[in-house]
């Protein structure tokens, strides 16, 4: 099968974005690997689909795999790209979009400077509904939250972290750390990522708190391994920290990426801001 795609970037976590707004391309667990395949295909930490409105009051309808092939609830950096592609390809009907995805509507904005902000929903705190299984697990009380103790195996040796646990439609388990520099990202992300405790595995985020309003991030990904930036995590990091009572409520969140922006005053919707870039277009043979 032969397909078009457009290659795009937010922060550094880069996407292939593939327009099937006048019908879906079809594609396997298998293929989407293969057009992520750094190697073998175009490469990508997620492939993006632009799908049409699935009803009233909406604009489109976002499906996101990762580069393993699965397909997930939601991608933040995804969808500040996505705005960008639907408006570049005069398909959006607006400044801000109403866009499905599997863990609901999302609200993208392209602003004047060319940055996006979505309106990235609620985060979701009922461990049930993230999911992640507490049976017989102890926490500790930190700040007005509490983190979970979890035993991790890793190659580097058996080791317990504390982890805040919360969904932004995905699964993420969120860690404070010193230096994200030093961070054990690599030894210790694969085994949370596939920790028994989490049956739709999860999102692993490093944060190290600067000041405040003020965040350093690195997050293994689910499915992607790590990333230059992760948007849900980085709505995750800021969340939990402002539970923890270690942050305000707004927060530059620096990846090794780039500069992302998030707001949350305590409930309701959490607000993520940061660049949408389109890096080539192409067309390639999918197996
Ligand atoms: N790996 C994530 C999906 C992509 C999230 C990330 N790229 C973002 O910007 O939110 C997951 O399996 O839930």
Redesign the pocket.
């Known amino acids: 099968m032969r397909i078009r795609f457009t290659k795009m970037q937010?922060a550094g976590?880069d996407f292939v974005v593939l327009d099937e707004t006048r019908g879906p391309l079809g594609l396997t667990p298998a293929q989407y690997r293969f057009i992520a395949d750094r190697h073998f295909g175009v490469g990508a930490?997620?492939v993006l689909s632009v799908r049409p409105s699935p009803g009233a009051g909406i604009d489109f309808e976002y499906v996101?795999h990762?580069a393993d092939g699965?397909e997930?609830?939601?991608?933040?950096?995804?969808a500040r790209c996505f705005a960008r592609f639907v408006r570049d390809k005069g398909l959006a009907p607006g400044d801000t979009l109403r866009v499905k995805t599997l863990s609901g509507v999302i609200e993208p904005r392209l602003n004047p400077d060319g940055r996006v902000t979505v309106d990235m929903g609620a985060p979701v705190f009922e461990p049930a509904q993230v999911p992640f299984d507490t049976a017989g697990l102890s926490s500790q009380a930190d700040g007005s939250w509490h983190k979970w103790h979890l035993a991790l195996d890793t190659h580097a040796g058996s080791a317990i972290i504390s982890v805040a646990i919360l969904s932004?439609g995905?699964?993420h388990a969120v860690q404070e750390v010193a230096d994200v520099d030093t961070a054990p990202v690599h030894a210790q992300g694969p085994a949370i990522e596939c920790h028994p405790r989490f049956p739709k595995?999860v999102?692993a985020g490093f944060m190290q708190v600067v000041d405040r309003s003020q965040v350093r991030l690195r997050?293994w990904?689910?499915?992607?391994g790590e990333?230059l930036?992760?948007?849900?995590?980085a709505c995750a990091a800021v969340v939990a920290g402002i539970r923890l009572g270690r942050l305000d409520r707004k927060v530059d969140v620096h990846t090794r990426g780039g500069l992302l922006t998030i707001e949350w005053d305590g409930q309701g919707p959490v607000f993520m801001t940061g660049p949408a870039v389109t890096v080539f277009e192409g067309e390639m043979e999918v197996p």
């Open positions: 937010g976590n930490d997620q996101i990762n699965g997930v609830e939601q991608c933040g950096n995804g932004m995905n699964p595995r999102n997050v990904e689910r499915g992607a990333t930036a992760c948007g849900t995590g």
